[in-house]
């Protein structure tokens, strides 16, 4: 998604090897008007798909997937919470994300009655890295006896080998824009796809 | 606002005295199609206001500051983060808030690079129940040299005080849906001021 990929270059930062900030119109300030294009991007990327249900996760991944609902029927949008992993909750699935950057492991977790069984769920989340999270999210998904529609990044670091780990798993991944490396503050992305590149206006 | 009421008896629990859960709707699971009822009638009670800028806190404000910036006109975004109140961050501002129901003061933290000086912020958030996190927002607004538009709430537990603490420090407060008390698992609602509701069909 060219748009992105440009505003990635504009209003983010590259902080050595492995970050890139987007603070700007992301993670803690939002561009309202930005997200439409995210969402209208996602529902043509998995156009044909049938969606029952947008699974992301709390926090930042809230803003994504309200914003993508409109362009795919307004399924409903769950959003998995941060717990401790000893807190002992009952009706929830759980499931464990280990973070690289943070070192730790964290739990994911969903109301079991916000997660039904038979349901086809759309992962949706800000960042791709390690994978981490969005195989929790879709471990999530399994136990509740549902499907993955597919696996959606606004910003994957394509470095960090999260994409092939899900695609191995046999999840369909579409990541928005793709980072192939950060050096000396310099963002460089994959080539999208000619074919699969959005040209309309806004 | 009527059709709020209505979805809080349908889909809301009411637990003890002093707590009603929208997890249905609202806090885990959200409804995206409602979410834009909520934004435009955020939109039609600020009417006439400036708003340059929309403030809230993670993580369940922030589906409704999204799902409002849209009808006003598309400002800025911006979530507070939680924070734990001796993480040593520089470059943010920090507000301070205690929270009844949990026992203990956390403190919120934006950057201060997303809340500059001389705008006018509209505060949204899910609930208000005793105005701590409200006013704690609002801190940060004047801390930044901004002023607040207004502070607009889903839902208001009017038994719990936090508007009355509010409008006496001069600030608007909207809520869409005033709970008056919540006894034996009964929700019982303040009328609304009948020339201001909306009376359109969606």
Redesign the interface.
């Known amino acids: 998604m060219e748009a992105l990929k440009q505003k990635i270059l504009d209003e983010g930062t590259a902080i050595g090897k492995d970050i890139v900030k987007v603070?700007?119109f992301l993670n803690?300030?939002?561009?309202?008007?930005f997200?439409?294009r995210i969402g209208r991007e996602f529902a043509r990327r998995f156009d044909g798909c049938k969606i029952d249900r947008i699974l992301t996760v709390?926090?930042s991944g809230?803003?994504i997937?309200?914003?993508t609902?409109?362009f795919v029927g307004?399924?409903?949008?769950?959003?998995a919470?941060k717990a401790a992993p000893n807190t002992l909750k009952e009706g929830f699935f759980r499931a464990e994300a280990r973070s690289f950057t943070k070192g730790k492991v964290s739990s994911l977790i969903?109301?079991e009655?916000?997660l039904p069984a038979g349901e086809s769920v759309l992962i949706l989340d800000d960042f791709l890295a390690y994978g981490e999270a969005s195989l929790a999210l879709a471990d999530l998904v399994r136990k509740a006896g549902s499907q993955v529609a597919g696996i959606g990044a606004v910003i994957e670091k394509g470095f960090q080998g999260g994409s092939e780990k899900l695609r191995a798993k046999g999840y369909r991944v579409e990541s928005l824009a793709v980072i192939r490396k950060i050096e000396n503050g310099i963002i460089t992305f994959e080539e999208d796809d000619p074919a699969g590149e959005e040209h309309a206006g806004e």
């Open positions: 603070d700007g803690h300030q939002i561009d309202a008007r997200l439409e709390e926090a809230i803003a997937a309200v914003g609902a409109p307004y399924p409903p949008v769950v959003f919470k969903v109301s009655k916000y």
